[in-house]
């Protein structure tokens, strides 16, 4: 007799943005990333208070290609500097999957380039489904007042490469400049 993998639910506490069961979490603080913002000296001055960037809830599931991969991160509002919060971003292991991202809560943007230069950056707010195609690194920024909170779902084997982004860099950086949101040139950007 053949052993199936049991389907189950997953609950999305809206009032608390997390899941139940809240299956593995990660957590990401300015010390864990403050090398990816643009003015150092301003990530090394919140280093004591060392805040926290994001947190992503993973339901476990096999990470193979005949499952979903899918979590809830929540993207807490703050600026390095004049940069606003952002997640890591990363291109996927497995370059030729996509991804999808449905925001619940909040307002940011989704970041996305690849491996030749190509740039794209979608808004999202509330009701928003972006999709991120295959070869594709993507990115969210946080350009709201509160936590930026969205549901994810990959292929199970997609798996995360940051290591090309800590590189490299995006193209471009999102910032608070004079009070609106402006998309400028990252200055540390090298393609390889």
């Known amino acids: 007799m053949t052993t199936h993998f049991k389907p189950f639910n ?3 506490l809206e009032s608390q943005s997390i899941l139940e069961p809240k299956g593995k979490v990660i957590t990401r603080r300015l010390s864990d990333m403050a090398e990816l913002y643009q003015d150092q000296k301003s990530a ?5 208070e060392n805040p926290l960037v994001y947190e992503v809830f993973n339901v476990e599931v096999p990470e193979s ?3 979903i991969q899918h979590c809830i991160t929540v993207l807490y509002p703050g600026k390095v500097g004049e940069e606003f919060f952002m997640t ?3 291109y996927h292991e497995i370059l030729n999957r996509a991804e999808i991202y449905f925001c619940f809560k909040g307002e940011g943007k989704l970041v996305m380039q690849t491996q030749d230069g190509d740039y794209e950056e979608l808004d999202m707010k509330p009701g928003t489904i972006s999709y991120v195609p295959p070869n594709w690194a993507h990115r ?3 350009t709201g007042e509160e936590p930026f909170v969205f549901f994810a779902a990959y292929p199970g ?3 995360h490469n940051y290591g090309d982004i800590e590189k490299i860099g995006f193209r ?6 004079s009070g609106e949101v402006k998309t400028v040139d990252n200055p540390r950007y ?3």
């Open 88 to 90: 890591k971003g990363h």
């Open 44 to 48: 090394q001055s919140l280093m004591d």
């Open 172 to 177: 471009k950086v999102i910032v608070n400049e």
């Open 140 to 142: 969210t920024v946080n």
């Open 65 to 67: 290609i005949e499952h």
């Open 190 to 192: 090298q393609l390889s």
């Open 157 to 159: 084997d997609a798996g």
């Open 10 to 12: 997953t609950l999305f």
